[in-house]
C-alpha cells in the first residue's frame, strides 16, 4: 500500500505530535494492520518520558495496546489473510537465547523487541507486524474489548503462571488499574473469592461489576485486619500485586497465609524497597513475578469471549485519534478518574 498516514509521532522526550508519515511497506512474511482502537497505558507515558528498562529509540511510533484488521497480508502468509480482525502481542526475542528457546520471548536475554517501547508501535492508522505474533477475535468482540486484552492476558498470564485459582481460593488484588481489575476479572471467572484493595472508589465498583466479593478502600481501612477477618485469620491464597508501589508490594507479605502465593504483576523498574525477607521463609510463601504473557493469548481472547466478562468496561475514556496529545495529557492528571484511556480511530 502506498501513501501516507497519520501517527502520533515520538519525536524526543516528552515531545510527540500528530503528524504524517509513509505507510510501512510489508515483507513477504509481514502483514499490514488497519489500526481500529488503542490503549493509552502507564508504560506509555513513561517511554514518551523517556524511562524504561531498555533504552527509548527516538523518534519512533508508540503504541502496544491495539485491535485491527488485516488490510494487506505477504505472499509468504498463510495463517492470515485480508479482513481477518486481530489482536497482536508487543513482545519478541532473539529466537535463539536460553530464554527465547524456553518460550519466554518476553524474557529475551540478547535482542528483546517491544513494539511501542523500543521499536515502532500502534499509535497509528496502519501497523506492520510479523504473523506469529497476532492472534484472531470474534466477530462478537468489539474493537475496544479487543484493545485491552493485552493488559488483560498479562493479568491472567501472572494468575496461571502461580499455579491458578478456583473456588476454594480467596484471592487479593492489590491495585484496581487496568491489569488490576483485570486480575479481578479472570481470578473471578475462575471461581475464586475476589477481594480487591484499592483507594478509588469507582474503581472499586468496577470491580464489583467484574464479580469481586468484596472491595476495601486501602486509605481508609486496615487492608490487613480485612483480610484476616474475612480468610479465619489465615490470610489470602493468592496475593495479585497490580499497584506497582513499594508500600503494596511490602504489605502483599502480610496479606498472604502461610504457605500461600504471591503473584507480582506491578511495574516499578528501579526501586529498593525494605522488606522483612524472613516472612518469606517462615510462611513458606511462593513469590513469582510476571511481566508479558506468551503463549496464551488464543486462550485469553476465549475466556473473555465465553465467560461474559464485560471487560469493555475498563475502558473508561475513548478520544479520536486526532485528540492523542489531549488524551495523554487526560491520562497524565491523576485528578481524572479512570482506568484505561483509548484512542479510537474512526
Known sequence: MEGTMKAYYY??????????????????????????????????????????????????????E??????????????FKVGD????????????????????????????????????????????IIPRLLHKIPDTMDWVTASLMEPFTVA??????????????????????????GAVAAAAGMGARVILSDSHESRRNMATRLGAYKTIDRRA?????????????FGADLVIEAAGNAASMKQSLDLVRNNGRIAYLGMDPGTEIPIEIGKIMMKGIRAQGSLGSPGIWDRAIKFIDWSGIDLKMLSSKQFPFIQAAEAFEYTRDRDNEFVKVTLLME
Open 11 to 64: 519525536e524526543s522526550a516528552n515531545n510527540a505530535m500528530i503528524k504524517d508519515v509513509p505507510i510501512p511497506r510489508i515483507s513477504d512474511e509481514e502483514v499490514l494492520v488497519k489500526i481500529k482502537a488503542v490503549g493509552i497505558c502507564h508504560t506509555d507515558l513513561s517511554v514518551l518520558a523517556g524511562i524504561n528498562i531498555v533504552p527509548v529509540p527516538f523518534p519512533f511510533i508508540g503504541g502496544h
Open 66 to 79: 491495539w485491535s485491527g484488521e488485516i488490510v494487506e497480508a505477504g505472499k509468504g502468509v498463510v495463517a
Open 85 to 128: 480482525r486481530v489482536v497482536g502481542e508487543c513482545n519478541s526475542g532473539c529466537g535463539s537465547c536460553l530464554a527465547c528457546q524456553e518460550g519466554h520471548e518476553d524474557y529475551c536475554m540478547v535482542a528483546p523487541v517491544q513494539r511501542g517501547i523500543n521499536t515502532d508501535g500502534a499509535f497509528c492508522e496502519y501497523y506492520r
Open 156 to 181: 491472567y498470564t501472572g494468575i496461571r503462571g502461580i499455579g491458578s485459582c478456583d473456588a476454594g481460593d480467596t484471592v487479593v488484588v492489590q491495585g484496581g488499574g487496568a491489569i488490576g481489575l
Open 221 to 233: 481501612e486496615d487492608v490487613v485486619k480485612i483480610v484476616n477477618d474475612l480468610t479465619g485469620g
